[in-house]
């Protein structure tokens, strides 16, 4: 009987080509994502518990670390945006009186309704 084909991975395999680099660092980006969404979270959580609650949370928020964890944060979350809208192009395929929509026009397109989108949320909040 013969022996089942194991394929072994390096754990260097990332390091082996530029694409796959950028590909881990992309994916690692994701983290800052995910702890912008659980600080947005958990701020939801405590103005909800009170005045109290909240203004302990904010005060927290407010020391050094914290400032430069979520700089580290903001860095990778518009690492993150820009990388997606970059990949945009090729999630979607849109036809437009049969042509097919240029690669510019649909990132483009996107940062256009990033700005519009912020700006009704500002218009929103202030």
Known sequence: MRKPYVYEIPSNWWKKKSNYTRYIFRELTSIGTA?????????LIKFAQGEQAYNGWISFMQSFWIAIIMFIVLISSIFQTLTWFAIAPKA??????????????????????????????????F
């Open 92 to 125: 979607i395929r849109l036809i437009s009186n049969n042509q097919v929509v240029s690669d510019k026009t649909i990132t483009l397109s996107h940062y256009a309704m990033s700005v519009v989108a912020s700006i009704i949320i500002l218009l929103l909040v």
């Open 35 to 43: 702890i912008l969404s659980l600080v947005m979270l958990i701020s």
